[in-house]
């Protein structure tokens, strides 16, 4: 009796290989600086309930009836002012990382690894990522969402994405993601060196500004981790740097609407330090994996700007990890942490 082979997913092979797949994840970005790219990106992003925590019905009306007929115009002057040659700076810097990522991985692991890249809003989705590499033969995957601290508006998104992806494969992978790496001794250690030698170039300022990105003080009421991640990371920063906590601060950007929001807000602290006699003032925003429109626009353009008006002589904007050997090693490391067990990193475990 002859034997037959079938074929899987959109003609998956059961025969080809099985792989390891490190899927990174980082937010999104419209496909362009205008006002008609903005709109769909910020329809999916704003709609997405772990984001905005109101009635559906209510933020519905809202979104649709407010927010996605002004914000998409905004946006897109904001997004024109960083746009580079080759698109987006947060995809451009996320491919980069991504592509570092599959060389170090290539040379640390013994069997097949393969590393890609979605968004978790826009292209390409996390959903056609998994299917891809199932499709590739990747039998077992390790998420990583480029968020250092944990948020359920943030790496709880992505779950559900993942989870939501997960539902429709009739034979979906062994399955493990990284929750977050805000107290991680390699990224400690990858943050403190590269302000370090950012200072060693450009020298260092009067104080050092730690930025992390906002969120609604009621979602850390219930139960969300954020804060206290963020604040794990400002302290052993601080020590690795033998900083004090008067030269070493921290706030929150990117604040919208007016219910309260985790404190003290950049803006203001930026206003203040200048107010207080702060002439120079370097800012690393620590919960930012590449540089994007909240580092480059929000913090090196509007805040640099907010500082030299309230009295300062310069806000200087210390880039994010990117693809530099620092994030690219220490990311490899958690990587091969997490991988532990499986038989394309059985005998390399750390770098």
Known sequence: MPIHHYTGLAGQSYDQPAQAGVLLVNLGTPDAPTARALRPYL??????????????????????????????????????RVWTPQGSPLRVG??????????????LATGPVRVALAMRYGAPSVRTQI???????????????????????????????????????RWPPELRIINSYHDDAG????????????????????????SFHGIPQRYVAAGDPYLHQCQTTAR?????LGLSETQLIMSFQSRVGREPWLQ??????????????????????????????ETLEEIAMQNAEFFTKAGGEALRYIPALNDGDEQVTSLATLILRHAQGWPEFSANETT
């Open 43 to 80: 329809a999916e992003f704003l709609g997405d309930p772990r984001v905005i925590e109101y009635p559906r019905w209510l933020w519905w009306l809202i979104l649709h009836g407010v927010i996605l007929r002004i914000r998409p115009a905004r946006s897109a002057h904001a997004y024109a």
């Open 264 to 293: 003290p807000y950049t803006d203001e602290t930026v206003r203040r330090l200048a107010g207080e006699g702060v002439k120079r003032l370097d800012v690393a925003c620590p919960g930012f994996a590449v540089d994007c429109l």
């Open 236 to 240: 052993l920063l601080r020590e690795r």
């Open 131 to 169: 299917e891809q590499m199932q499709r590739e033969g990747v039998r077992r995957l390790l998420v990583l969402p480029l968020y250092p601290q944990y948020s359920g508006t943030s790496t709880g998104s992505v779950i559900d994405a993942v989870a939501d992806t997960f539902k429709q494969l």
């Open 94 to 107: 996320s491919e980069k990382l991504a592509t570092a990522l599959q060389t170090r991985l290539s040379q």
């Open 187 to 210: 990224h400690i250690e990858a943050l403190a060196r590269s302000i370090e030698q950012w200072w060693a170039i450009h020298g260092r300022s009067d104080k050092l500004l730690l």
